[in-house]
């Protein structure tokens, strides 16, 4: 850790990062043989891709985790294009890859997710003593993620509490029992992004309504959570906070791969943050950043005249 971590903007973690392959294809049909249209490998996991959109917004970033050594190469030219201190843990084996086909006609992406590498109680020792040095008080620090093999569902407690007691502002973006065991510990993240179906998998109920969204999130900042942002896919965005709910909305758009939108959304919370933007300037340039995202393989939002030309198209509203 060198003495310039001081110097960045915002931190993010990703503990089972991954190498995407995405193969495109026309019409994508089970169970027959089928031409590729073109493949496009890049560097992935929740993580990465919101300190890559970050970068692409002009600020500094350090990104920290743990990585295959055997096949890292591929990060370590990300890290150096876009600029990312580059602070990731190195341990034996390789990064997992993920395989996903991009069907351009209709837009849909099918994912195979493979299983992530085994990490040490020592390797993560490393990587959580690295972490704590990276944290300045009221920096956001994005974790993001599935958790990798070996590692505890209360891992992202662990980190919650690593940061929060040393004045970070945690924003959180994983699921399942991970996120459930967040949302009951000592330290409640600052802000959380669940999608519709997250959310409801930790409520243990559907909630068809946008008002149902709205009365689980109030109930989760009367708990303590700064921020609830539900993302819902081409219907936008809900953001509750203490004093107010929106609803965000964009236009339609063509649509090249939603791979990678929710983790822009987060880059674009993140962004607000550092900006110290009200509810509604944050909101906008959140669904801006996925917006931007979706014409695009890999980590990238495209230049900031774009994004800022989504954020003000965005419609907003308040949810009865």
Known sequence: MTADVHLTDAVTVTLNPAIDLTVSVDRFSL????????????????????????????LKVDATGI????????????????RIADRFIRTTGETRTNFKIADTFSGDVTEVNLPGLEVSPSTFATMRA???????????????????????????????ADVTERGGRVVLDTSGSALAATLGGPHVPHVIKPNRAELEEVVGRPLPETADIVAVARHLVKRGV?????????????????????????????????????????????????????????ARLAVAFASAKLDRIGPHIGPASEVEGLAAAAKVTVPA
């Open 226 to 282: 700064g921020l609830v942002v539900v993302s819902r896919g081409p219907k936008g965005a809900i953001f509750v906070d203490k004093t107010e709910a929106l609803e965000v909305v964009l236009p339609a758009k063509n649509v090249l791969t939603n791979v990678g939108a929710g983790d822009a959304m987060v880059a674009g919370l993140v962004a607000g943050m550092i900006e110290g933007a009200p509810l509604e300037r944050l």
């Open 31 to 58: 169970g027959r043989v089928q031409r590729a249209r073109g493949t496009q490998s890049c560097v992935g996991g929740k993580g990465v891709n919101v300190a890559g959109c970050l970068a692409d917004w002009g």
């Open 130 to 160: 690295t972490l704590q040095r990276a944290v300045v008080p009221g920096r956001p620090v994005v974790l993001a993620g599935s958790l990798a093999e070996g590692l505890s569902v209360t891992t992202w407690v662990d980190l919650i």
């Open 67 to 82: 990585l295959g050594r055997a096949n890292d190469r591929v990060f370590v030219d990300f890290f150096a294009e876009k």
